[in-house]
């Protein structure tokens, strides 16, 4: 008789206790998930402008390398890999636009794939394999700056608030 009322207590508290460690967790994934403040949304936005402007340099050098903007610097494979790093780039842009902490982790993916193509393309050109103009060379290298500063700003967004917060107690 012992055992069968103390089932019910233990089976009540155990579901009282499950639904609290509920409550208490999906409270604590709360506060430990990326608040939307107003430096995170200025954040990401300003990761979604990098992209934006790496697009479109990328798009210049395809329509540059497919001889659709200016004549004579015309190389098709050149055009293809571009091609190729614009695609991944914008998937990289449109997953920006899911739960943190994806976004972020997208766009840095999309970022070193496009740091590794325009690096790779810098070893063609050293090579001698690929287009070696002037032009080539200038866009790749303005290219390569726009990358690093796209991977570098949310490191140094972070860092910037909680030095803040750090000099203010």
């Excluded at 008789?1 to 639904?19: I, L």
Aim: charged share 15%; net charge positive; proline share 4%.
């Amino acid at each position: 008789m012992r055992a069968a009322s103390a089932k019910p207590d233990r089976a009540h508290g155990a579901t009282e206790g499950r639904k609290e460690g509920i409550a208490k967790d999906s409270a604590s994934d709360d506060k430990s998930s990326h608040p939307k403040t107003a430096h995170t949304v200025r954040s990401i936005w300003m990761v979604r402008s990098f992209l934006f402007v790496q697009i479109a340099i990328f798009l210049i050098l395809v329509l540059i390398h497919f001889g659709l903007l200016i004549g004579g610097y015309r190389h098709q494979s050149a055009g293809a890999t571009e091609s190729l790093i614009v695609a991944v780039l914008a998937l990289g842009l449109w997953a920006t636009w899911t739960p943190a902490p994806w976004n972020q982790r997208a766009a840095t993916a999309a970022q070193c794939f496009g740091t590794v193509g325009v690096l790779v393309g810098l070893l063609t050109i050293g090579l001698g394999i690929g287009p070696r103009t002037i032009l080539d060379l200038s866009l790749d290298l303005v290219l390569l700056l726009v990358l690093i500063a796209g991977l570098a700003y949310p490191l140094v967004a972070v860092r910037i608030p909680s030095q803040a917060r750090d000099g203010e107690r």
